[in-house]
């Protein structure tokens, strides 16, 4: 049996249908609703917005500002589809810088909602409140709208969300769900508009679950939205290209944050609006500095020539489409790339500090900050919040520092140690200077014994301020808390501090450290005597016949004399300043004792006498002073080498590996002041950092 099937009867939908149809389209959720209401009043030049919700928005949705108001004529279309301030040719799309722009968004919260709007603009003597129905205004038998008490600006509540849209109303999630989207949205614009502050909260709490301070920063917005955690790995990044006429700032996690959820905030041209070209390019770029399903955090703020964009592409605008859309995110991407690469300027992890009686305790350290609150724990610089402490049992094994003061270091591991050191102690020995080492030598001093004595020299005083204004706090702190690896070799060492792995360089540091205990202990400087004093001619005599750059020699005197003679005259100075002693008659009694249980090598005497006559500047007092500490620092700085042989003893008895680590070291972290330049030569060296080798086994 056949059925006739004729064709439906075209009709044009009634005015009501059209507009709820497109209502339904432009107000999703409640979210979607506070949106557009905020743009509105972002547009309208507020400071300060006010939400207020109640059941995820589906019953009370209340917005208010203190921006230009809406004048009284305007209020009867205020909610008539198509009727906005912000347009009016289909060309001033292309130069539009306001939010909204069609005037759909009032016309389509009133067509499902019960929308009341109390308004006042500076120039008027009082508020208005006007109620809406299906964009129209409500007859309800008196004045509509009704002059009221108000203070300038705008209150927007909508009651009643899709009360005439039931498939949409339960088609929606619980109330907690859709307030998390609402509470999404005010951060997101609380974020980057941080020149408005913006308060959201609960009807009927008296608490603000989100507040934000007016005439903020991003970062700080950042900080106190998102928490501490993530806004002190934040890096700023900024590009702009005259080419494509852009421009880009944003603030990226470094490659040391990473989370479980990504965190894409992205605005253009002031817009909160998604790219999913733009989040797939830079997901890509942080997938080779993250682990494997872990994501960033991106605040990211685009300005593009308003004629290049296109807003009008969704009802809800939260999408947009620009020209050279590729090449931007290109250029993007790279500036981000670049930035990356070099933000490793922090790690988290745990330290482990042995208190007397008590147990192990683990506790969050934070060293690249130094503006929380510290206490100290030994010698370590401790950092810590009570949540950080909760929460420390969580945190990856790739953070954990693995070194203990009490563990033994990897030479005890190579060198099989003898109980008994004495019959290792080198004999009474003549080196080629003279002196006998090391019977001949007494470390004791009258100076020992003398209060220290305050030296009020300005030279001096301006000197030892340039050491500790030179001071590079970061390796200030790596030296005062490292752990002793072991040597390498005499010039070379291998120290922990944190996470990291660093090799140093003991001759330039040695030096170093001698040059500021000279300046800094001036006047207060203990005497290595020498119980068989030799003539300082004698010894000078030694150096200029090994010298090769010699200039001194003259036929018709002897050099060494009149040096001498030169170091004779300033004897006094010497004694009393640095404890270099040189008797009237010319004879070394004594030479500085910057460190005990130290003694330099006195094969270098005669040279350092002599480099004292050559290179000390005697015109100047500070220059005196200055090249004076530097000679004998030379003098006394480690011995370089590449000599391995560990049975070699010094003269203090012990062999050089053992006084690198027990002497020099141990010094270090109570006396040094690292020296900026450290941080660009190759004094301190970055071998490895456990973080970063996590990540290459993880790739592995």
Not at 150 to 162: A, K, R
Request: include cysteine.
């Amino acid at each position: 049996m056949s059925v006739n099937k004729c064709p439906g009867v075209i009709r044009k939908l009634e005015e009501v249908v059209i507009n709820r149809i497109a209502a339904g389209e432009v107000i999703q959720r409640p979210a979607n609703a506070l949106k557009e209401l905020l743009e509105n009043c972002l547009d309208a030049g507020a400071n300060n917005v006010q939400v207020l919700v109640k059941s995820g928005g589906m019953k009370l949705l209340q917005i208010q500002d203190d921006g230009w108001g809406i004048r009284k004529d305007d209020l009867p279309i205020l909610c008539e589809r198509f009727t906005t301030s912000k347009l009016q040719t289909f060309e001033d799309l292309h130069t539009i810088g306001t939010y909204g722009f069609r005037g759909e968004a009032l016309a389509s919260i009133s067509h499902v909602s019960h929308l009341t709007i109390i308004t006042r603009t500076n120039d008027s003597p009082c508020a208005y409140r006007a109620e809406y129905s299906n964009g129209k205004l409500v007859d309800n038998g008196s004045a509509n709208p009704k002059a009221c008490a108000g203070n300038q600006g705008t209150i927007i509540t909508v009651e009643d969300l899709f009360y005439n849209m039931e498939s949409r109303r339960l088609a929606l999630k619980n109330a907690s769900e859709e307030y998390s989207k609402i509470l999404e949205v005010v951060t997101r614009y609380s974020l980057h508009n941080c020149k408005v502050g913006f308060s959201l909260k609960k009807e009927g709490e008296n608490n603000n679950d989100l507040r934000t301070p007016p005439n903020s920063t991003v970062a700080d917005n950042i900080r106190l939205l998102y928490g501490m955690q993530i806004a002190r790995e934040l890096i700023p990044s900024f590009c702009e290209d005259g080419s494509y006429n852009f421009k880009m700032s944003s603030l990226i996690s470094n490659g040391n944050y990473s989370m479980k959820k990504s965190t894409f905030i992205l605005f253009i041209n002031n817009r909160l609006v998604e790219s999913s070209g733009m989040k797939k390019a830079l997901d890509g770029i942080y997938s080779a500095y993250l682990p494997k399903g872990s994501h960033p955090f991106i605040y990211l703020s685009l300005e593009v020539e308003p004629r290049n964009v296109d807003v009008n592409v969704h009802p809800t605008k939260h999408e947009v489409h620009f020209l050279h859309e590729d090449a931007i995110i290109s250029i993007i991407g790279n500036s981000i790339d670049k930035i990356l690469q070099g933000s490793n300027q922090s790690r988290t992890f745990y330290i482990q500090s042995l208190l007397p009686g008590a147990a192990i305790s683990s506790t969050v350290v934070k060293s690249s900050e130094s503006k929380n609150k510290k206490g100290s724990i030994g010698d370590h610089t401790v950092i810590s919040t009570d949540k950080d402490i909760e929460n420390s049992s969580s945190l990856a094994p790739k953070f954990l520092v693995r070194t203990d003061p009490k563990e033994q270091t990897l030479e005890k591991f190579l060198t099989k140690m003898t109980s008994d050191t004495s019959d290792n102690v080198p004999s009474s020995q003549t080196s080629r200077s003279g002196l006998q080492t090391p019977n001949s030598i007494s470390s004791k001093s009258t100076c020992m014994s003398i209060e220290r004595r305050n030296m009020n020299l300005d030279s001096v005083k301006i000197l030892c301020e340039r050491i500790k204004s030179d001071c590079h706090n970061e390796l200030l702190t790596t030296f005062r808390n490292h752990s002793f690896i072991g040597c390498v070799d005499r010039t070379h060492a291998l120290i922990q501090h944190d996470t990291k792995l660093y090799m140093a360089n003991s001759v330039m540091i040695s030096k170093e450290l001698f040059y500021q205990k000279l300046m800094l202990n001036f006047g207060n400087i203990s005497c290595l005597h020498i119980e068989d004093p030799i003539p300082i001619h004698q010894l000078l005599a030694v150096a200029l016949k090994e010298d090769e750059s010699n200039d001194l020699t003259d036929e018709t005197s002897d050099p060494s004399t009149d040096i001498a003679a030169f170091l004779q005259e300033k004897a006094p100075m010497l004694d009393d300043y640095f404890s270099l002693k040189i008797s009237e008659d010319g004879f070394l009694h004594g030479i500085p004792l910057l460190l005990e249980n130290y003694i330099p090598s006195l094969e270098l005497v005669p040279f350092y006498l002599l480099n004292l006559a050559k290179r000390v500047n005697w015109e100047s007092e500070i220059e005196c002073f200055q090249t004076f500490c530097q000679e004998t620092a030379n003098f006394y700085a480690i011995v370089p080498g590449d000599d391995v042989d560990i049975e070699e003893k010094l003269l203090n008895g012990q062999t050089w590996k053992w006084t690198i680590e027990h002497v020099i070291y141990p010094e270090l972290k109570r006396f040094l002041f690292p020296s900026r330049i450290w941080a660009d030569d190759s004094t301190v060296v970055e071998l490895a950092d456990l973080p970063t080798l996590y990540k290459v086994f993880e790739r592995c």
